[in-house]
């Protein structure tokens, strides 16, 4: 029987990731050297209490069985860290949490788009910024993001009948890929505008603890009126290495969250309980290895941007995020074609910036998830080929 597949599939081809990866593991398996500054999985580990407080838990068998809500100390962490890091109130009903932000993104526009509504997203974005809102059959609207204008929308240029149609914006900063933040003065003109245009605003905040040369990471929420229009993700696994666990959580709206937990209540049956007690010892526990890490970060990106610069690629700083953003070289005019030649002739593996959208095409993203020393290799093997000349 010849299987007929749901055509959205069309949209899935096989990604970028998988096809480096391929080509990743030929070169290894030749004995060749890989630097991989592609994919941001945090190489620093869990902290030891936190780690603890997961095993401690799973040893106890009343922690099998189904969660079904989020542990009361958790909600009550998740309030407490909002309050002194980002000096937000938030009710118990402004709070839940969800299996990563990519799953929480992945699924919110379940609860407020209809087909054909239109979304927002920004281009260049993260991929699931698109995908989520997608399988809703809404109508998905890029916005621009360009070097010219720092990276931010521009609200006054937005077609205004487009406008009237949209439901929900996805906004994130700072922001993978570009590696920008936003001023404060972009959040005081971003709340009020979504109010006026009555369009939903998601803040996708998972890099807010991975900020740079004395920047502070905020929250949407600070601003005045944003609960009434917006909600926020806000997640474990980059500030706190808590990645495969798959934590984060969803704040803002009530009446958002309620029906966001009704909708994943259909689909889960809540988080394995020793993560959940894992994330409570995170979140309650100090800030110093957050900081420490945020630093390390940064001691990478001076190796990355800066060795860049010193061999003749002018690379912009990067502002936030794990990652950082450049224009592939003049001679080339192709970034995944740059990108597999790059790989093929340093062992420098990083990813095309067409996978974050059409205005990524000509750029790539480096992942600062290799020692100082490691990036100055990877600099170096770039140094002593002909791709800058």
């Known amino acids: 029987m010849k299987i007929q597949f749901a055509d959205r599939m069309k949209d899935y081809e096989e990604g970028i990731f998988q096809v480096l990866?391929?080509?990743?593991?030929?070169?290894?398996?030749?004995?060749?050297?890989?630097?991989?500054?592609?994919?941001?999985?945090?190489?620093?580990?869990?902290?030891?209490?936190?780690?603890?407080?997961?095993v401690q838990a799973a040893q106890k068998p009343e922690n099998y069985k189904y969660a079904l809500a989020d542990i009361p100390e958790l909600i009550e962490a998740v309030i407490e860290r909002y309050r002194v890091r980002y000096g937000v109130e938030l009710a118990k009903d402004e709070v839940m949490s969800v299996y990563g932000s990519q799953e929480g993104i992945a699924h919110i526009c379940m609860t407020l788009c209809n087909p054909g509504d239109c979304v927002l997203v920004p281009d260049p974005g993260y991929?699931?910024?698109?995908?989520?809102?997608?399988?809703?059959?809404?109508?998905?609207?890029?916005?621009?993001?360009?070097?010219?204008?720092?990276?931010?929308?521009?609200?006054?240029?937005?077609?205004?009948?487009?406008?009237?149609?949209?439901?929900?914006?996805?906004?994130?900063?700072?922001?993978?890929?570009?590696?920008?933040?936003?001023?404060?003065?972009?959040y005081e003109k971003l709340v009020p505008w979504a109010a006026?245009?009555?369009?939903?605003?998601?803040?996708?905040?998972?890099?807010?603890?991975?900020?740079?040369?004395?920047?502070?990471?905020?929250?949407?929420?600070r601003i005045p009126g944003a609960k009434e229009i917006a909600v926020e993700f806000y997640s474990l696994s980059k500030s706190f290495n808590y990645t495969g666990a798959r934590m984060?959580?969803?704040?803002?709206?009530?009446?958002?969250?309620a029906n966001f937990k009704r909708f994943r209540s259909q689909i889960d049956y809540g988080t394995f309980l020793p993560v959940?007690?894992?994330?409570?010892?995170?979140?309650?526990?100090?800030?110093?290895?957050?900081?420490?890490?945020c630093a390390e970060y940064q001691r990478r990106r001076d190796a990355l941007c800066g060795g860049l610069r010193n061999i003749g690629w002018q690379i912009e700083d990067s502002e936030g995020t794990m990652f950082a953003w450049a224009r592939i070289p003049d001679k080339y005019d192709d970034d995944v074609n740059f990108v597999m030649e790059l790989l093929e002739k340093t062992g420098v593996l990083?990813?095309?910036?067409?996978?974050?959208?059409?205005?990524?095409?000509?750029?790539?993203?480096?992942?600062l998830t290799l020692p100082v020393e490691k990036i100055r290799e990877a600099v170096d093997a770039i140094a002593h080929t002909d791709m800058l000349a």
Not at 276 to 293: F, I, N, P
Not at 350 to 367: D, E, I, M, N, Y
């Open 196 to 221: 006026k245009h009555h369009i939903i605003l998601i803040h996708d905040n998972a890099y807010s603890d991975i900020i740079y040369d004395g920047r502070e990471g905020k929250s949407i929420l």
């Open 276 to 293: 959940q007690y894992g994330a409570v010892a995170a979140l309650t526990g100090s800030d110093r290895m957050v900081k420490e890490h």
């Open 248 to 257: 984060s959580f969803l704040a803002g709206n009530r009446e958002i969250v």
């Open 21 to 54: 990866n391929e080509k990743k593991t030929q070169m290894e398996q030749q004995g060749r050297k890989i630097y991989n500054l592609s994919v941001g999985t945090p190489d620093f580990p869990p902290e030891q209490h936190v780690m603890d407080a997961v």
């Open 350 to 367: 990083c990813t095309p910036g067409s996978s974050f959208g059409s205005l990524g095409r000509s750029h790539v993203r480096f992942a």
């Open 127 to 186: 991929p699931i910024f698109g995908i989520g809102p997608s399988l809703t059959g809404a109508q998905i609207v890029p916005y621009a993001l360009t070097q010219e204008n720092g990276y931010l929308p521009d609200l006054e240029g937005m077609d205004e009948q487009m406008l009237s149609r949209v439901k929900c914006m996805i906004v994130s900063y700072p922001l993978n890929p570009v590696c920008k933040t936003a001023p404060d003065s972009f």
